[in-house]
């Protein structure tokens, strides 16, 4: 099956390859292939597929990556301009569908 | 109360240690579909702590999961013949990927676990493998430095665990990779369906309301020749927004999901045009394109939250420009229905 995209260019992500040391956890941790490894770097290869979870930076011990997290889901938007809140997405309460 | 997939206890360092069974019975799965219906989630939660699947010793592997019995449930079926340890996270009973994400399933509450079990009294060795997806909470390189437990990421799905264990403790490309099939698709939908059920009744009793108007206020006529069709109309957009736009996603010819509903909005308003019942003159039937393609575009737009691919940077330029459009039709959709009922 043909792997889906979402938009293309508005993705935050960002890496700074002179920090990064190489250690390939952040390709270990993201579930959309965004990187990849060469001559001892971490490179950014496919933008647009990341969905900003922050799994990479969370785990990038040399915060070498950068990336404004948070759920992608427009009720979780819409709940948090409401609540005056970050987007959160209501999975622990019983009614929610989950992001 | 003791949980029926507790099978008896284990003793270690003369603490008791519950065993867990790796095969799921009747009462799991229709507490797995009810869950999927929305029915008993708060309730369908697993006790944090550590388990024992089989008989491990000091040597064997530890699993962490969440105390979602969903999630809890398809790690032990998976270790099925194996000897291990499960570590169950407090994550409100929230599954793993939303708990990660609001940070439940997290670096403190996975230092805190290990702690409080005793973790490195019940094993001898420093490693500890995590659902793929549980990264998001959690920076092993913190939980190595505060417990010296070295966090392993398994696969995303817990059905790749044997292949992960029998490949060395490796997670391949494919079993890293989130996908989102037809099937994981499927399996969404009726939780959504369940979860909209306000904005379909409010959406409903709208439409229902705006039906009986007359040039001559309310009528008992117009309700009872419109009402229902309204309803019916009002719950086809439903249908298009929650059922066909996840089923048909890839195939919908658009980026935005808000696009791709109204689409889907689009069928169901033709297969209406096709059977003569969009309306009785160009006004109505315009009116009920406006509504329909509304009602399905902004569902559509919520199922951004049950997909694994949208971004917040994307899902907010996508309602920057769609919520717009989306007001815009709404209401002239319901100005042309009123406007419709007085003039005719
Ligand atoms: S986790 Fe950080 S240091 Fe390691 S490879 Fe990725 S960017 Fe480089
Ligand atoms: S934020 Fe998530 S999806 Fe994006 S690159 Fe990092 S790990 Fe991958």
């Given at each position: ?57 969370l785990n990038c011990q040399v ?37 | ?5 507790i099978t008896g206890n284990t ?214 020749d419109e009402g229902g069709s ?115």
């Amino acid at each position: 099956m043909k792997e889906l995209v979402y938009l293309p260019d508005v993705v935050t992500l960002n890496l700074c390859e002179a920090t990064c040391n190489g250690c390939g956890m952040c390709i270990k941790v993201c579930p959309h292939e965004v990187f990849e490894l060469s001559g001892k770097k971490a490179h950014i290869v496919r933008k647009d597929f990341c969905m900003e979870c922050g799994a990479c930076a969370l785990n990038c011990q040399v915060k070498a990556i950068t990336v404004n997290s948070g759920v992608g889901c427009a009720a979780g938007i819409i709940g948090g301009i409401l609540n005056n809140t970050e987007p959160t997405c209501g999975c622990s309460d019983s009614k929610a569908a989950c992001c | 109360m003791k949980s029926e997939y507790i099978t008896g206890n284990t003793s270690v360092n003369g603490e008791a240690i519950p065993v867990v069974s790796t095969e799921l019975n009747t009462k799991d799965f229709l507490g797995a579909v009810m869950v999927r219906w929305g029915i008993n989630r708060d309730r369908y939660r697993v006790n944090p702590g550590i388990y024992a699947v089989g008989s491990p010793g000091p040597g064997a592997e530890v699993f962490v999961s969440a105390n979602y019995k969903l999630s809890f449930d398809s790690l032990r079926k998976n270790l099925q013949g194996k000897n291990g340890w499960i570590l169950v996270l407090d994550t409100k009973g929230v599954n793993v990927w939303c708990a990660a994400g609001k940070g439940t399933f997290g670096t403190k509450e996975l230092i805190n676990r290990i702690n409080i079990v005793n973790l490195d009294k019940i094993v001898s060795h420093k490693r500890l493998i995590l659902p793929q997806l549980g990264a998001t909470g959690v920076a092993a390189f913190k939980v190595k430095e505060e417990t010296g437990f070295n966090v392993h990421y398994g696969p995303v799905r817990a059905a790749d665990i044997k292949k992960f264990i029998a490949d060395g403790y490796r997670a391949d490309k494919e079993m890293r990779k989130v996908n989102f099939s037809f099937i994981d698709r499927v399996k969404l939908i009726p939780n959504d369906f369940v979860y909209g059920k306000f904005y379909l009744l409010a959406a409903m009793a709208v439409l229902f309301l705006l039906s009986g108007i007359s040039a001559h206020g309310f009528s008992y006529r117009n309700f009872q020749d419109e009402g229902g069709s309204a309803i019916l109309k009002v719950f086809l957009a439903y249908f298009a927004g929650i059922v066909i736009t996840p089923i048909f996603l890839p195939y919908l010819p658009a980026r935005f999901f808000s696009f791709k509903g109204f689409y889907s909005g689009t069928i169901v308003f033709l297969i209406l045009l096709l059977t003569r019942s969009a309306g009785h003159n160009l006004f109505e039937i315009l009116s009920w394109f406006l509504i329909i393609t509304t009602i399905s575009s902004f569902l559509a737009m919520n199922f951004t939250g049950s997909s694994t691919y949208t971004s917040l940077s994307g899902v907010k330029k996508e309602m920057k420009i769609s919520i717009p459009l989306q007001i815009g039709f709404a209401f002239t959709g319901i100005g042309l229905q009123i406007a419709e009922k007085l003039i005719y």
